[in-house]
Structure formats: structure tokens, C-alpha cells
């Protein structure tokens, strides 16, 4: 096995110190449980994952589940707490989970956007037009 030196902020080291007390463990086999852990797990590249979605077809869906797509909303908690983040990404005041926590959200704002775009493309293909609601508001 290799052996590293890291410095870690002093917030990421309590935390892992926090959790690897709760699992009963040393800090120090802990933080090599997780990074092996999220070394081995395949994650799905953005890039993939947006092709993914740009290959749904969506023009077999009921009307009700195009428009549920259409017209969903993000919570207003998960707004408010995009704004925060935003705000701290802006001031450059992010801690490294918040920094995670922004990239989770911005890539599940997106992916929600391409299904919304996704949704609207199967409703005019299938009605030759957008549903009235946003018809109106162009």
C-alpha cells in the first residue's frame, strides 16, 4: 500500500473525524474507505449522462405526463438553497461539500431543463403546437 501525506481544511478533517467516531473507526481509516470507495464506483460523466437524456424519446407519453414534465417545478427550498450557494460560489465562500452540494444541483437543474425541452418537443410533434399555457405566454 502507498502511503500520502494530505492537508485537508480543518472543516473536512472534523467531519471526517465526527463520522469516523460514529462508525468506530480512526479518522484515518475512514477517509481511506471513502476515497477508495469513490474511486471504484463508476460515476457517469455529465456528458454522458446529458446524451442519455437527449436519447429519450418522450413521444409515447400521455398528454398528463408530458405536461407533468412540462410544468414541474423546482421545491422552493431547493431554490432558495441554489441561490445560496450561487451567492457563496460568486463571494468565492463555498466550503468544499457546499461546492459539492452547488454541482449535485446545478447538474439536476440541468437534466430537469432537457426533460422540460425533451417534454415540449414530443408535445409538438404529437399536437403540432406548444400547450396553450406557454403558447400564451411567448
Same mark, same amino acid.
Given at each position: 500500500m502507498t502511503q500520502i501525506v494530505l492537508e485537508l481544511p480543518d472543516e473536512v478533517w472534523e467531519r471526517a473525524r465526527r463520522k469516523a467516531a460514529e462508525a468506530d473507526r480512526s479518522p484515518e481509516d475512514y477517509l481511506v474507505q471513502r476515497i477508495a470507495g469513490d474511486l471504484m464506483t463508476p460515476v457517469p460523466s455529465s456528458e454522458e449522462s446529458r =446524451?442519455? =437524456?437527449? &436519447?429519450?424519446?418522450l413521444? &409515447?407519453?400521455?398528454?398528463?405526463? =408530458?405536461?407533468? =414534465?412540462i410544468f414541474t417545478m423546482l421545491p422552493s427550498r431547493v431554490q432558495t438553497r441554489l441561490s445560496e450557494l450561487q451567492r457563496g460560489n460568486t463571494e468565492g465562500t463555498l466550503t468544499t461539500e457546499e461546492?459539492?452540494?452547488f454541482d449535485r444541483l446545478l447538474r439536476a437543474v440541468q437534466a430537469s431543463t432537457l426533460l422540460k425541452a425533451q417534454a415540449l418537443a &414530443?408535445?409538438?410533434?404529437?399536437?403540432?403546437?406548444?400547450p396553450e399555457e406557454i403558447a400564451r405566454a411567448l
Open positions: =446524451l442519455e =437524456l437527449e &436519447a429519450l424519446d413521444s &409515447a407519453f400521455a398528454d398528463e405526463h =408530458l405536461r407533468a =414534465l461546492r459539492a452540494e &414530443a408535445w409538438k410533434q404529437k399536437h403540432g403546437e406548444l
